[in-house]
C-alpha cells in the first residue's frame, strides 16, 4: 500500500472528466487499497481518483466518527429526491487550508459498483450526502471553489500558487 500525493488547486489535471470502471481486477482492488491509506493519511472524509491523478470514476469515502467505515464507490452516481438544499463549509484536500459554504442538496439516492462490480444503492443525507456530491464533482473536474464568488476562488488560487511556488 502507498499514500499518494495528491493534485492541488489550480492543477489542471483536476479539470479532467474521469471515465468509467470497465475492469474489476486486482489494479483497481490495489488502487481502492492506496486511496484508503491516502485519505486517512490526509485526515479526509473523501478522496476521489481524480485527486491522486488517475482520471478514472472511483471515491473512497469514511464519514464515521471512528474513522473505521470506508466504502468504495465505483462508478458512481446520484438522484436528488428531496430539493430542500443545505449549506455546509466545505474544505478539500485539493484545496489545502481554504473553507467556503456551499449550498446543495439535503437528500440523495447513490446508485453505485462495489470493487467486486457489483451493483448498490443507498440513500444518504447529512455528511455523506454532501461528500457524495463533492467527491462526484471531482470526477466530472469540478471543485467546490466553482460554487464561490470568482473573486474568492481568485484569491485562493493566488494564495496557493505563492505556496507552491515557496515549496518547489
Ligand atoms: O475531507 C474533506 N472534508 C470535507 C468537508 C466538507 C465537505 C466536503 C469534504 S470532502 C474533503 C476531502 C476531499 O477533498 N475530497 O475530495
Ligand atoms: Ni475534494
Do not use: W
Not at 54 to 71: F, G, N, Q, W, Y
Not at 94 to 100: A, C, D, I, L, R
Not at 135 to 155: A, N, P
Request: hydrophobic share 40%; aromatic share 6%; charged share 30%.
Amino acid at each position: 500500500m502507498a499514500v499518494l500525493p495528491i493534485l492541488e488547486f489550480p492543477d489542471p489535471r483536476l479539470r479532467t472528466v474521469a471515465k468509467p470502471v470497465t475492469l474489476f481486477d486486482a489494479e483497481l482492488k490495489s488502487l481502492v487499497a492506496d486511496m484508503r491509506e491516502t485519505m486517512y493519511a490526509a485526515e479526509g472524509i473523501g478522496l476521489a481518483a481524480s485527486q491522486v491523478d488517475v482520471h478514472r470514476r472511483i471515491l473512497v469515502i469514511d464519514v464515521s466518527e471512528t474513522k473505521d467505515s470506508p466504502r468504495a464507490f465505483i462508478n458512481p452516481t446520484f438522484e436528488v429526491i428531496d430539493e430542500e438544499l443545505q449549506d455546509y463549509d466545505e474544505g478539500c484536500l485539493s484545496v489545502p487550508g481554504f473553507y467556503e459554504t456551499v449550498s446543495r442538496p439535503r437528500r440523495v439516492i447513490i446508485r453505485a459498483q462495489d470493487e467486486e462490480g457489483v451493483p448498490f444503492e443507498l440513500e444518504a443525507d447529512g455528511l455523506l450526502a454532501i461528500c457524495i456530491q463533492h467527491e462526484i464533482d471531482h470526477l466530472d473536474g469540478k471543485l467546490f471553489v466553482d460554487y464561490i464568488s470568482k473573486l474568492k476562488r481568485d484569491r485562493i488560487r493566488s494564495k496557493l500558487t505563492k505556496a507552491h511556488k515557496k515549496s518547489a
